[in-house]
């Protein structure tokens, strides 16, 4: 993490929240209390990842960094994209990672288009249990390990194509909320 990284958080709208958009005087209250439930949520980043959160000051974003899936469903969508492709990259990185921990033992291509590489890791390489644990903690859903994008209603870090799809094709169910994590000191 540079001096901030970027926290992107779906959240899902419930009954109140689906009430308080029907009224444009309820909004920014809306706001407030989504990034209530957003900031609540990671709250585990504390301490251990970051040093402070805060609403996102990034171009196009309304109030409280909370973009409303009905009212503004291209900036909902603009800072998604956003988010999953820094999530992508996250996962390549850490992919990368895990594998620069390892040797080749053995590789060959068994076609035009199949290859086959077989790698041998260390069980006491302490960076690559770092890493296998942040990996499993994410897959997990746990909020705390290196992610850019989480799904609040669902618990995960990583949701499948057809959850995806449920998603974004209702939009207007939803709010997204970006926080600005500023890393720990030192």
């Not at 909004?27 to 040093?51: E, H, V």
């Amino acid at each position: 993490m540079d001096n901030k990284n970027h926290f992107t958080v779906v959240l899902p709208l419930g009954d109140t929240g689906q009430a308080m958009l029907r009224n444009e005087s309820d909004l920014t209250d809306l706001r407030a209390m989504l990034w209530n439930r957003a900031a609540d949520a990671m709250k585990p980043l504390l301490g251990r990842i970051c040093s402070r959160i805060s609403p996102a000051v990034l171009p196009g974003l309304p109030p409280y960094s909370v973009a409303l899936g009905r009212t503004e469903p291209n900036v909902f969508l603009m800072r998604y994209l956003a988010a999953r492709e820094a999530q992508e990259m996250e996962l390549a990185d850490r992919n990368l990672r895990i594998r620069s921990r390892g040797r080749i033992i053995f590789s060959e291509r068994l076609d035009e288009s199949i290859g086959m590489t077989v790698t041998a890791f260390r069980r006491d390489d302490p960076e690559l249990c770092r890493e296998l644990e942040r990996g499993n903690r994410f897959f997990q859903g746990d909020i705390t390990c290196a992610a850019c994008l989480y799904y609040l209603g669902l618990n995960k870090s990583y949701i499948e194509e057809r959850q995806e799809q449920q998603i974004l094709s209702q939009v207007d169910r939803y709010a997204i909320c970006v926080a600005d994590l500023w890393p720990v000191e030192g």
